[in-house]
């Protein structure tokens, strides 16, 4: 179960990559608490499709999985930034 659901997080943050890299993000962060001591508890999210009003999905993950995903999408984010400052491409 928990190899599934770290592969939905993969899949998700590889999916979402150019999304963020071309457009400001169009859902709200996800709210967790500083102290959420149930890491387990499961959280939603309506994220919107880039280019729609109607459009969108909900995603449910919990709590720790939000948290990994926020910071792979921000370390995604920082590396494609590094490598458009340097010039290089590939």
Known sequence: M????MIYVA???LIAVPAI????PQS?????PAGQSD???IVCERQEEIGSRLKGKKVCLTVQQWREFKNQ???DVEEMQRH???GRSG
């Open 2 to 5: 928990r190899k599934i659901s």
């Open 11 to 13: 899949s998700a943050a």
């Open 21 to 24: 890299a071309q457009t400001p």
């Open 28 to 32: 709200a962060p996800v709210p967790i």
């Open 39 to 41: 890491v387990n508890k």
């Open 73 to 75: 999408s921000r370390d």
């Open 84 to 86: 458009a400052n340097t």
